[in-house]
């Protein structure tokens, strides 16, 4: 299947800071990539999606002046937690997904352990 | 919304077969249906997805009922590693629509 990456895998940040995490398609080129969290033992929450050199859609209950999301080129969409609070502690994954795939299944990253203290 | 029901968990003996089932009775004709599994800690890893007919890959094989309302995902020889959560996933094959998460089934392979 299709590779996708995710950096960093984790971090640690102090409240009020920022944190950008990168998702990379690496053998595809991801017309759409999509953006998930989730919280200990629940299911994966999709927060917004994006389509390259487009604005981001969000879902309901997702701020988008805190959760920005740019997707530039067919290869990279980041993520950028803006003034992080502890209750943005999650796992952050994101998929993506493109027009080439036959079945337009998402393959996701490994995801991105973000811990605000 | 989730528009499919499973069972929470599920136990299966290594070396067996798995099957995991999946309710998705108010599927619409340009849906499809897609299995991923979530290995702790990890990303969703994509396994197998069909509209009607059965289908096979090296990882699963995928049963769907005639009038499509449930499905079943096959693992023929589970294995300690096939230990994950479960998501069966109704979307349209077409356009960028997101894949949908409900609680998925929680299948643990025991020695």
């Known amino acids: 299947g299709a590779v996708v990456s995710q950096h960093p895998s984790w971090v640690i940040c102090k409240s009020g800071t920022s944190v950008k995490i990168e998702c990379r398609s690496l053998?595809?080129?991801?017309?759409?990539m999509f953006w998930y969290r989730q919280f200990p033992k629940q299911s994966l929450m999709l927060m917004a999606t994006s389509n390259e050199g487009s604005k981001a859609t969000y879902e309901q209950g997702v701020e988008k002046d805190k959760f920005l999301i740019n997707h530039a080129s067919l290869t990279l969409s980041t993520l950028t937690v803006t003034s992080a609070h502890p209750e943005d502690s999650s796992f952050y994954i994101c998929?993506?997904?493109?027009?080439?795939?036959?079945?337009?299944?998402?393959?996701f990253g490994p995801g991105t352990r973000l811990t605000v203290t | 919304d989730a528009k499919t029901t499973q069972p929470p968990s599920m136990d299966c003996a290594e070396g067996r077969a798995a099957n995991l089932p999946c309710n998705h009775s108010t599927i619409s004709g340009n849906e499809y249906v897609y299995w991923y599994r979530q290995i702790h800690s990890q990303g969703p890893q994509y396994i197998i997805h069909?509209?009607?007919n059965n289908e096979t890959n090296e990882m699963a094989s995928l049963i769907i009922t005639e009038d499509r309302k449930s499905s079943t995902l096959i693992l023929p020889h589970a294995t300690l590693r096939d230990t994950a959560v479960y998501y069966c996933i109704v979307r349209p094959s077409s356009g960028n629509t997101p894949l949908v998460f409900g609680k998925g089934t929680r299948l643990s392979v025991i020695a």
């Open positions: 069909g509209l009607k």
């Open positions: 998929s993506a997904s493109s027009s080439g795939l036959a079945g337009r299944e998402q393959y």
């Open positions: 053998d595809f080129q991801a017309t759409t």
